[in-house]
């Protein structure tokens, strides 16, 4: 079984500024995908990036990015210029590879990000 | 293109009722799963399907039924609706085609509440 760690459960930062979130994970699986998940209050669940970890290259989505450390097994979130709107809770989410078939996702308990005005 | 619905947004139930959960999809995808959200909790893996006519149990099973008898359909059934059953209650799906074809997209989430 894996494990997903959040180790922030809130953070608050001002509009503009550029704020990283944690993730670590557990896992004995060699292939697998990352995933970052926003929730605003809506309560809709917006993927908002991912990552194959057989890549190196650390995906990017305009002002999203992360670093993705697969021997740490770190997935840090960076957002850049943080914007009101970016105000949400934002679960990582770990799925493993399945022969080419979809899984469950494993997800963490969350990061409350308030973006102040 | 509606993406993955769900109905009701909102259910309030007595200990002991039944009730069904809805879902629906129309991108074709072959993959759909149910999850619950508790305060603190993240969302846990209920029961996921494959394909029609195929189901499997996730992460926290117990007092749920599933079936899957087309592709666009996965209804969540409670029997026996309990207190415990209180959550917020999210479907999901995506294709099977390896790689991040496998990325999954939820529908608006359902809040139960059993009294």
């Known amino acids: 079984a894996q494990t997903v760690t959040q180790s922030q459960p809130e953070m608050s930062v001002q509009e503009a500024e550029t704020v990283t979130l944690s993730c670590t994970y557990d896992?004995?699986?060699?292939?697998?995908?990352l995933f970052w998940y926003k929730q605003p209050p809506s309560r809709q669940m917006i993927l908002v990036i991912r990552?194959?970890?057989?890549?190196?290259q650390n995906a990017t989505e305009n002002r999203f990015s992360v670093n993705f450390q697969k021997a740490a097994k770190s997935f840090s979130l960076k957002i850049s210029d943080s914007q009101l709107g970016d105000t949400a809770m934002y679960f990582c989410?770990?799925?493993?590879?399945?022969?080419?078939?979809?899984?469950?996702?494993?997800f963490g308990k969350g990061t409350h990000l308030i973006i102040q005005p | 293109n509606a993406g993955v619905t769900q109905t009701p947004k909102f259910q309030v139930l007595k200990t002991g009722q039944s009730m069904t959960l809805q879902c629906a999809q129309d991108?074709?995808?072959?993959?759909m799963s149910w999850y619950r959200q508790d305060p603190g909790m993240g969302l846990r893996l209920i029961h996921y399907?494959?394909?029609?006519?195929?189901?499997d149990q996730g992460e926290v099973p117990n007092g749920y039924n599933v079936s899957r008898s087309t592709t666009e359909d996965f209804p969540l059934r409670l029997l026996s609706a309990a207190p415990s059953q209180t959550s917020v209650y999210f479907c999901?799906?995506?294709?099977?085609?390896?790689?991040?074809?496998?990325?999954?997209?939820f529908g608006p989430g359902t809040r139960l509440t059993v009294l």
């Open positions: 999901a799906s995506s294709l099977s085609g390896g790689g991040l074809f496998n990325t999954q997209y």
């Open positions: 896992t004995s699986e060699s292939n697998y995908y």
């Open positions: 990552q194959e970890a057989y890549k190196q």
């Open positions: 989410a770990f799925m493993k590879y399945s022969g080419g078939g979809a899984d469950g996702l494993t």
């Open positions: 991108m074709n995808h072959e993959y």
């Open positions: 399907s494959v394909g029609a006519g195929i189901t």
